[in-house]
């Protein structure tokens, strides 16, 4: 797994085996638009959106430290993990870029005690939940497709695989 800040690539050896679900929202949005509603809010309060901007840097550096121990999945990582994920959507949300069919997608992922937050520039697209060692996968896809999403599930691996063909999980348009 590799971690791209501030200009620097690094290397997480062993990223712990996550289980994730990607969810798609349908919502089609304008990611220009979103990243300039950002642009708007830094040019407005300039401090302000530094302190929101320092707070993301530094749940992305309690992720990848977490991450970067050699540690295998348990229920203490997984709630520090989605701590983290959580916090992380709440300063999202605070840089106005949610949309109501996000924050349905976290309203249904919540009941089933799995934190979720927005992917890419925000206003709709995906949300990204990491389910827990014994997360009920098949029940919440069942509810999140209810409500007219999209799922399908992935996991935390070690980087870029190189497939000669076509990969099996191609083969799948959702699990």
């Given amino acids: 797994m590799l971690s791209f800040q501030k200009g620097v690539i690094s290397h997480i050896n062993k990223p712990p085996p996550l289980q994730f679900m990607l969810i798609n929202t349908k919502t089609q949005r304008n990611s220009y638009q979103y990243i300039q509603k950002v642009r708007d809010l830094y040019n407005a309060d300039r401090e302000g959106a530094e302190k929101l901007f320092d707070q993301i840097e530094n749940i992305c550096q309690k992720f990848l430290s ?9 229920p203490d990582l997984e709630a ?13 949300q605070k840089l106005d870029v949610s949309h109501p069919s996000i924050e349905a997608v976290r309203g249904i992922t919540s009941q089933y005690g799995l934190p979720s937050k927005l992917t890419g520039a925000g206003g709709g697209g995906s949300v990204l939940a990491l389910l827990h060692s014994d997360t009920d ?7 999140l497709e209810a409500a007219n999403f999209d799922c399908f599930a992935s996991e935390m691996g070690p980087g870029v695989l190189i497939h000669q063909g076509k990969p099996a999980t191609f083969n799948q348009s959702k699990i």
């Fill in 66 to 74: 977490l991450c970067g121990k050699d540690v295998s999945p348990s």
């Fill in 80 to 92: 520090k993990l989605g701590n983290l994920v959580s916090e992380n959507h709440k300063i999202l």
């Fill in 137 to 143: 996968f098949k029940a919440v896809k069942a509810s």
